[in-house]
C-alpha cells in the first residue's frame, strides 16, 4: 500500500511572464508520507501545489496526480484530491456548521457518515463551541483551522495544504499537527507548503525548492546533519546583543547567527574550526556551547548563508533622545466589545530602545490591546499611551513620533512602489530635499531599486515586507509598532528584517510587536504572554523559558508558551 | 496657500488620483462610459415621435378617405402606414405592437364630408405607449385640422395661433439633452468615485494605515473629494465642449458663472458620495448605495420630466438636488442667456446643500475615524 | 451533475442571499423605491405646467379665453396685464411659456380676421415640454374659437380618440410595470455579476475549484437561487403594483411568471459573464450598469419610442432581453394575456439566454488561470 506513487512529477516548468515560476522540477511522492515543500519566498511552491491541484496547467513537463493526468481532467482529478490554498476561500457569511456541511456535500462525505466526521473535525480543531459563529467573526487562527477542517472532510488520497500555520498560535499548531497525523495513518499522502522549518523537521522527507528549482530532496535529517558541529551558543554576553550580533556577522567564518533571547546562535560556515568563535566569546567574557544543528541552519546554509548585515538605515538614523523612561504604557487598560471583555486590566510599561513583544494565542486579545494603543480603537477603561499621548485623538505631532506595519499587507496596490514611498513620506510631513533623501535612503537600504514601478502586490512577500518597513520608518519614528511583521516569511529574509529592526533599537527606538512566531519571540527583550484578554506571564524570553522548565534540558520557546498556556487553563478549572 | 497644502495634503491627494488614474482599466471605466452615454443619450432619448407604423382601417368607399389617407402618407413622421381590414385584424396589429395607433374610416366618412357635414374619425393607440401615441394622434389632429385647406383650396382657411417657440426655434432635442448631461455624468462619475474611495480602503486594510498616520479627518475628506471633483469638471467639461463644437448648440451665457455652478455641483454631489462612502462597509454596499441615491436623484431633477408634474412633496425634495439646480444653471446660460442673478440664486441653493451635505460626511466621517 | 453537491451549493447560496443586507435590499426595497418613483416621481402625464397669460384685453370676451385656460387641468395659469413682466420668470424656469391675448381681440374678433390673434411663446429650451405646452394651448385656443366665433366653417372631420387598454391615459400603468423589468435587470445581472466577482475577490473560488463541484454545477448553484429569488421579487412588485399603485393586472399570473423566468436565463447568464470577465467588484459593477441597466432604462422601449432611435440603435435593440421582457410585462398588466406576443418573446429570451450562458461557460474557468 505505502509503496504506492500518489504524485509523480515529471520535469514540470511554469513561467509567469518574465519569472520563471517552476523551472523543470520532478518528483514522486508516496502514499501515507508527509512531504515538506520548503524555501524562500517565490521559490515557487505556490505554483507548485497549484499545479498538483489541478489548478494551473505546467507550460511543459507532465503532473500525474492520483493516476489523472492534469493536463487531461482536472475535475475529476478534484476528487481524488483535498487542496488548502493559502488564503482558504471559507465563506464568512455562513456559519462554522455551514462551512463544513457544504464541504461536506461538496466532497461528497456520506450523509450518515457527516455527523461523526464533524465531531471529531471540531474536537481536533477545539471549535466545537463555536459551531453557531459565522465563519467571519472567528479569529486568524481558527479560521485557518476550520479551513482545515473544510479541506480534511473526506478521505483524499492526496491533502495539498499551503502554510496552513500562517497566523496560527503553537497551540492551534498542536492541533493542526495532530489532525494532520491522524490522517497520514490512514494512508494518505500530505504535502505541507510552509517557510517555519521547525514544521519541516517533522516531515518524512522535503523538497527545499530556490527559484523553482529543487535544491534538496530526501529527509530533513540528512540535510541537517551535513551541519554537525556547526552549531554554538554564545553564552554569557549581557549587554550590546544586537550590536554584537552585527559585528559577528560580518566576521567571514559565521554563516549565520541570531539572537536566541540572551544568547547568540551561530553557525559556522563550511570547515572552520570553533576555535576562532570560541576565542571572540573568551574576549567578550562570555562562552561558547555546542548544540545540535537544527534544519533552519542547513537550509540557510544551503541557500549561501544568510546575508543580511548591517542595517545602514539604522546607521543613519540619530540618537533617539529624551527623558521620559516609559516610552509605551498601558494602565489598567480595558476594552468591552458589549458584553465581551477583549482587554482585560492589562498593565505594562515599555522603555526606550525595548523590544516589547506581546504573545498569545489567537482570540487572546493581542490585536485589541494593540489597536487601542495605536489609537486605532477607543478605549473602554484605564489608559494606553505612546510617549506620553493617548493617541486616538492625538495631535498630529504625537501621531509623527508612531511607525506602524499593519498585520494584513496594507500598502496601496493601486500605487507603484515609488508612489507609495512617496506618499508615506508625505502623509508624515517629509517635503523637499530631505523626502528624496529619505526616500532614496530606504530604496538604497530595502534594495527596491529594480521594483520602484512595480504594483506592490506584484512583489514577492518578502519585498512587500521591506516596502511596507520602509514606509513606517521614513519619518524615523522613536516608536515602532510591528503587528505580526515576519508571518509566513522565509528565514532569509527574516534575518535581514530583524538587522534592521536590532539597528534601530541599538539607536534608542522603541518597538512593540505581536507575534505568533516563537523565533521571533527570542528577538525580544521582554514579552508579554496574553491568554484570555489578560497578561499572564511578563518577563525576558530566558526567564520564561526557565519557569517552564521541567526536565533536565532548556524547553524551547513553543514549550515555554504551550506549558504556560496549559498551566493557566488548568487554573481555571 | 503654502500652509494650506501641505506636505501631507498633497501626498493624500496624489494617492488618490493615483488610485484611480494609474490602472488602466479603471481609467477606460471612467472615460468610455460617458462617451457611450452621450451618444446614446443625445440620439436615443428623444421623446420625439417619428418613424412609426400606424394601422390604417378604411372601411368608407369613398374619394375622401383616401384623400386623408394621400395627406397621411405625406408626414414625415409615419413610416409605414399597414392597411387592415377587419375589427380582428386591427385588434391583433395593436397587441402585437405592429402599430402604435390606428385610424379607422366609418364607412360613411365620405358621404358625410360630401354633404358639407363632418366626417368623423376614429383614432385608437395602444395604451401601452400611451404617451408616443398621444403625440402621433396630435399630429394626426393636425392633419385633419388642415383637411378643410386641402378640400378648398381657393378659402384661407383662419388659423388663430401663432406659435413662438424660444430659446430654441426647431425643438432641437439635443439643445436640451446634451447640456443637461453634463450634469448628470459629472453626478455618476463623481458620485461613485468618491463613494468608492472610503469604502475600498477599507476593504482592502489600508485605512487603518491612513488612521495611524498624522493626517487629520478633514486632510482626509478634503483629499478624498479632490479628484473625484476634478475628474467630474474635466467630463463635464468634455461635454460641454462637445455639446458646442459637435451639436452647435448656443451658448450665449456666461462661461465663467457656468464653471462656478458647475464646482459648487460636484462638491455637493461628492460630499453626499463621501455620506455614502463612510456608512459603506464594503465596496459592494457602496456601489449599491450610491446607485439607490443616484437613480431618484436623476429621476426627480426634472430632466426627465417636468417638476411642476410631480407630487408636491417630491417638488419640494426636487428642490434639495444639486441636480435640480445645475440642469436650470446649464439649460438656462446655454440657450437663454440667463442673467447672473438669478443663476447666483441657484448657485446660492447648491451651496447651501453642499455645505449642509459637507457637515454631515464630515460628521459621519469622523464618527467612523473613531 | 451531482445532487448532493448541486443542493450544497444552493443552499451555500441561499443562505448567502438572506444574510447579505445588500441583496435584501435590491429585492424587495428597491421594487419599492423604483415603482414609488415611476408611478410619482416620473409622469409622463402632462398637467397643471404653469404658464402666464398676458391679458391685454379687459373685455368680457377675452376674459372667456382666459378662463378657458384656467380652467383645463394642464396649465396653472398666472394672468398678467404687461408681457414685461413675463420675460424674466420664463429665463428663470417659473414658467414653461405664455399665451398673449391682444388689445384689440375684440376688434379683431368682429372683424373676422382672427388669423394669428393670439400669440402662443414656449420654453423651448425644454423642448418636450414646449411641444405639450404649444398643441394643448393651441387646443385650448381652436375649442374656444370654434364655440365662440360664428361664421367659421365647422373642420370637415372630427376626430374621436380612444386609447386601448389605458383609456385614461395614466403612465404609471405603463411605467410601472417597466419598472419591474428595470428591478429584475437588476437582481439577474448585477447582484449576480458582484456576488461572483465577490468569490474571486476572496478566494472562495480557489477552494471550491478544487473540490469535486463541475463548473457546471457551480454555476447551476448559482444561478437557482437568483433565479427564485428573482420570481419572488416578481410576485412582490406585481402584487405591489396592483394593491398598493393601482395598476391593473389583465393578464394571468402564470403569464407574468413565465415571462419573468424566460427574462431571468439571459439576465443571470449575463451576470455570470461579467463576473467571469471583471473578476473585480467595480469593474463589474460598472460594467453591469452599462451593459444591462442603461440599456433597460433608455433602450428597451420603456421610456423612449424604440421606433424613433437612429437605425443602428434600433437594430442593437433586438438583441436586449429586457426590451422583450419589457413589452411582456406592459402587455401583461395592461392588455391582457397575448401569447401570440408572449410566445415569440419569450423564445428570444430564451435564444439570447442559450447564447449568453454558452458565453459563460466557455468563459468559465475550471481552472486559475
Not at chain 2, 385647406?149 to 439633452?177: A, G, S
Not at chain 3, 396653472?76 to 404687461?82: G, S
Not at chain 3, 420675460?87 to 388669423?115: C, H, R, T, Y
Request: hydrophobic share 50%; charged share 15%; proline share 4%.
Amino acid at each position: 500500500m505505502t509503496s504506492e506513487t500518489v504524485v509523480e512529477l515529471s520535469e514540470v516548468t511554469k513561467r509567469f511572464g518574465s519569472v520563471q515560476a517552476v523551472a523543470g522540477v520532478s518528483a514522486s511522492i508516496p502514499a501515507g508520507r508527509l512531504i515538506g515543500l520548503v524555501g524562500p519566498d517565490g521559490a515557487g511552491k505556490t505554483t507548485l501545489m497549484r499545479i498538483m491541484a489541478g489548478l494551473i496547467l505546467p507550460a511543459s513537463g507532465r503532473a500525474v496526480v492520483v493516476g489523472h493526468d492534469s493536463a487531461d481532467d482536472n475535475e475529476s482529478l478534484a476528487d481524488d484530491i483535498g487542496y488548502m490554498p493559502q488564503q482558504f476561500g471559507l465563506y464568512e457569511d455562513l456559519t462554522v456548521q455551514e462551512n463544513l456541511q457544504l464541504y461536506a456535500d461538496l466532497r461528497g462525505v456520506a450523509r450518515k457518515k457527516q455527523a461523526e466526521t464533524f465531531a471529531t473535525l471540531l474536537r481536533l480543531t477545539r471549535l466545537a463551541k463555536f459551531t453557531g459563529r459565522l465563519a467571519g467573526r472567528l479569529s486568524g487562527g481558527m479560521k485557518q483551522k476550520l479551513g482545515l477542517a473544510c479541506a480534511l472532510m473526506a478521505r483524499p488520497k492526496l491533502l495539498l495544504l499551503d502554510e496552513p500555520s500562517v497566523g496560527v498560535d503553537p497551540v492551534s499548531r498542536q492541533d493542526l499537527w495532530a489532525m494532520v497525523e491522524d490522517l497520514l495513518k490512514g494512508g494518505m499522502a500530505v504535502v505541507w507548503a510552509t517557510s517555519y522549518l521547525d514544521e519541516a523537521e517533522r516531515c518524512s522527507s522535503v523538497f527545499l525548492l530556490s527559484e523553482g528549482k529543487v535544491l534538496y530532496s530526501g529527509a530533513p535529517k540528512k540535510l541537517t546533519d551535513r551541519l554537525e558541529g556547526r552549531s554554538f551558543l554564545l553564552r554569557g554576553i549581557v549587554t550590546q546583543r544586537r550590536k554584537l550580533l552585527a559585528d559577528l556577522m560580518e566576521q567571514t567564518f559565521i554563516s549565520d547567527a541570531v539572537v536566541h533571547g540572551e544568547s547568540i546562535r551561530v553557525v559556522l560556515h563550511e570547515g572552520r574550526s570553533p576555535e576562532e568563535l570560541g576565542k571572540l566569546a573568551t574576549s567578550l567574557g562570555g562562552k561558547i556551547e555546542a548544540v545540535p544543528p537544527r534544519f533552519e541552519d542547513a537550509f540557510i546554509d544551503l541557500l549561501g548563508g544568510s546575508s543580511s548585515r548591517r542595517s545602514r538605515i539604522a546607521e543613519k538614523m540619530p540618537e533617539v533622545t529624551g527623558s521620559e523612561t516609559n516610552i509605551i504604557a498601558c494602565d489598567h487598560l480595558t476594552k468591552k466589545f458589549g458584553n465581551f471583555t477583549a482587554t482585560d486590566n492589562v498593565s505594562f510599561a515599555v522603555g526606550r530602545g525595548e523590544i516589547f513583544g506581546l504573545l498569545g494565542p489567537n482570540g487572546a486579545g493581542k490585536s485589541t490591546t494593540f489597536k487601542m494603543l495605536c489609537g486605532l480603537l477607543s478605549i473602554t477603561e484605564g489608559s494606553a499611551t505612546v510617549g506620553g499621548h493617548e493617541l486616538l485623538n492625538a495631535s498630529k505631532k504625537a501621531k509623527l513620533s508612531l511607525g506602524y506595519m499593519a498585520q494584513k499587507f496594507s500598502l496601496y496596490g493601486l500605487l507603484s512602489v515609488k508612489q507609495n514611498l512617496d506618499f508615506f513620506a508625505g502623509v508624515y510631513g517629509l517635503s523637499g530635499k530631505v523626502k528624496k533623501e529619505r526616500i532614496a535612503e530606504v530604496i538604497d537600504a530595502f534594495s527596491l531599486g529594480p521594483f520602484l514601478n512595480s504594483d506592490p502586490a506584484k512583489l514577492s512577500l518578502g519585498y512587500r515586507q521591506r516596502l511596507a518597513l520602509a514606509c513606517a520608518i521614513m519619518h524615523r519614528p522613536p516608536v515602532l509598532f510591528l503587528d505580526e511583521p515576519t508571518s509566513g516569511v522565509d528565514p532569509i529574509t527574516r534575518r535581514e528584517f530583524w538587522s534592521h529592526i536590532n539597528g534601530f533599537v541599538s539607536k534608542g527606538m522603541t518597538v512593540m510587536v505581536t507575534t505568533h512566531f516563537m523565533e521571533e519571540a527570542e528577538y525580544c527583550d521582554r514579552i508579554g504572554l496574553m491568554y484570555a484578554a489578560k497578561i499572564i506571564a511578563l518577563d525576558t524570553p530566558d526567564a520564561l523559558k526557565k519557569g517552564a522548565q521541567q526536565g533536565p534540558e532548556e524547553p524551547t520557546m513553543e514549550e515555554a508558551f504551550i506549558h504556560l498556556i496549559k498551566q493557566q487553563e488548568e487554573q481555571q478549572i | 496657500m503654502k500652509t494650506f497644502l501641505t506636505p501631507a495634503l498633497r501626498a493624500q491627494v496624489v494617492k488618490e488620483f493615483l488610485s484611480i488614474m494609474r490602472d488602466k482599466k479603471t481609467r477606460l471605466i471612467i472615460i468610455i462610459p460617458p462617451l457611450v452615454q452621450l451618444f446614446v443619450f443625445a440620439y436615443a432619448v428623444t421623446l420625439e415621435v417619428n418613424n412609426i407604423s400606424i394601422a390604417v382601417y378604411n372601411k368608407d368607399n369613398g374619394s375622401q378617405a383616401g384623400r386623408f389617407i394621400a395627406q397621411l402618407s405625406r408626414a414625415s413622421f409615419i413610416k409605414e402606414m399597414r392597411s387592415v381590414y377587419s375589427e380582428s385584424a386591427l385588434r391583433e396589429e395593436i397587441n402585437m405592437r405592429h402599430s402604435i395607433l390606428a385610424v379607422v374610416f366609418p364607412a360613411d366618412f365620405s358621404r358625410k364630408i360630401d354633404g358639407g357635414g363632418q366626417g368623423k374619425l376614429l383614432l385608437i393607440s395602444d395604451g401601452r405607449r400611451a404617451n408616443s401615441a398621444q403625440v402621433a394622434a396630435g399630429y394626426i389632429q393636425e392633419i385633419a385640422g388642415k383637411f378643410a385647406q386641402v378640400l378648398h383650396p381657393e378659402i384661407k382657411v383662419p388659423d388663430p395661433t401663432v406659435v413662438r417657440h424660444w430659446f430654441n426655434e426647431n425643438l432641437t432635442y439635443q439643445w436640451y439633452v446634451v447640456p443637461g448631461l453634463s450634469g448628470i455624468i459629472s453626478l455618476l462619475i463623481t458620485f461613485i468615485l468618491t463613494a468608492l474611495s472610503i469604502a475600498r480602503e477599507r476593504e482592502l486594510g489600508t485605512f487603518d494605515q491612513l488612521l495611524v498616520s498624522p493626517c487629520s479627518s478633514w486632510e482626509i475628506i478634503l483629499a478624498k473629494m479632490t479628484p473625484s471633483i476634478v475628474i467630474g469638471m474635466a467630463l463635464a467639461n468634455a461635454i460641454i465642449a462637445a455639446a458646442v463644437f459637435i451639436f452647435h448648440v448656443p451658448l450665449l451665457g456666461s462661461f465663467v458663472l457656468l464653471e462656478i455652478g458647475l464646482l459648487i455641483f460636484t462638491i455637493a454631489i461628492a460630499s453626499m458620495g463621501l455620506v455614502v462612502s463612510a456608512l459603506a462597509a464594503t465596496q459592494q454596499q457602496a456601489v449599491l448605495g450610491s446607485f439607490a441615491v443616484i437613480v431618484p436623484i436623476i429621476l426627480c431633477s426634472g430632466f426627465a420630466t417636468p417638476i411642476a408634474n410631480m407630487p408636491q412633496i417630491l417638488q419640494y425634495i426636487a428642490q434639495g438636488i444639486p441636480l435640480t439646480h445645475y440642469i436650470i444653471i446649464a439649460e438656462g446660460l446655454f440657450m437663454k442667456a440667463m442673467p447672473a442673478f438669478i443663476v447666483w440664486q441657484h448657485i446660492g441653493a447648491m451651496a447651501v446643500i453642499a455645505l449642509v451635505c459637507l457637515l454631515v460626511s464630515t460628521s459621519v466621517v469622523r464618527k467612523t475615524l473613531q | 451533475m451531482n445532487i448532493i453537491r448541486l443542493m450544497a451549493l444552493m443552499r451555500k447560496e441561499s443562505l448567502q442571499i438572506v444574510r447579505d443586507p445588500a441583496a435584501i435590499a435590491i429585492a424587495f426595497v428597491l421594487p419599492v423605491l423604483l415603482l414609488i418613483l415611476f408611478s410619482t416621481a416620473i409622469s409622463l402625464d402632462i398637467k397643471q405646467i404653469p404658464i402666464a397669460l398676458v391679458q391685454k384685453s379687459t373685455s368680457t370676451r377675452a376674459a372667456s379665453l382666459a378662463a378657458a385656460f384656467t380652467g383645463t387641468k394642464y396649465f396653472k395659469v398666472t394672468v398678467v396685464r404687461n408681457k414685461k413682466v413675463v420675460v424674466d420668470p420664463l429665463i428663470a424656469n417659473e414658467i414653461n411659456g405664455f399665451v398673449e391675448i391682444p388689445g384689440d381681440f375684440d376688434q379683431k374678433l368682429a372683424s373676422g380676421d382672427i388669423d394669428g390673434l393670439i400669440h402662443i411663446v414656449t420654453d423651448a429650451s425644454q423642448p418636450n415640454t414646449a411641444a405639450f405646452v404649444s398643441n394643448y394651448a393651441r387646443m385650448v385656443v381652436s375649442t374656444w374659437v370654434a364655440s365662440h366665433v360664428s361664421g367659421l366653417a365647422a373642420s370637415p372631420v372630427a376626430i374621436t380618440s380612444r386609447v386601448w387598454f389605458n383609456p385614461d391615459v395614466e403612465s404609471k400603468n405603463f411605467l410601472v410595470p417597466g419598472a419591474i423589468g428595470i428591478v429584475m435587470t437588476m437582481i439577474g445581472t448585477l447582484l449576480t455579476a458582484l456576488v461572483i466577482a465577490r468569490e474571486w475577490e476572496r478566494g472562495s473560488m480557489e477552494a471550491l475549484l478544487s473540490t469535486p463541484a463541475r463548473s457546471a454545477e457551480i454555476l447551476v448553484g448559482k444561478m437557482l437561487p437568483y433565479f427564485i429569488l428573482g420570481l419572488i421579487t416578481t410576485l412582490f412588485a406585481a402584487g405591489l403594483a396592483q394593491w398598493v399603485f393601482n395598476v391593473p393586472m389583465r393578464g394571468s399570473w402564470f403569464a407574468l411568471l413565465s415571462l419573468s423566468a424566460a427574462f431571468l436565463l439571459p439576465a443571470l447568464a449575463q451576470g455570470l459573464l461579467i463576473s467571469t470577465l471583471a473578476k473585480n467588484q467595480f469593474i463589474a459593477s460598472v460594467l453591469a450598469l452599462l451593459s444591462a441597466f442603461l440599456p433597460a432604462f433608455l433602450l428597451s422601449g420603456f421610456l423612449f419610442e424604440i421606433d424613433s432611435m437612429p437605425t443602428v440603435i434600433q437594430w442593437f435593440t433586438a438583441l436586449l432581453a429586457v426590451k422583450y421582457y419589457i413589452i411582456g410585462l406592459q402587455t401583461v398588466f395592461i392588455a391582457g394575456d397575448v401569447w401570440s406576443l408572449f410566445l415569440p418573446n419569450i423564445g428570444f429570451m430564451l435564444l439570447i439566454g442559450a447564447v449568453m450562458m454558452f458565453l459563460a461557460k466557455l468563459k468559465t474557468p475550471t481552472r486559475l488561470e
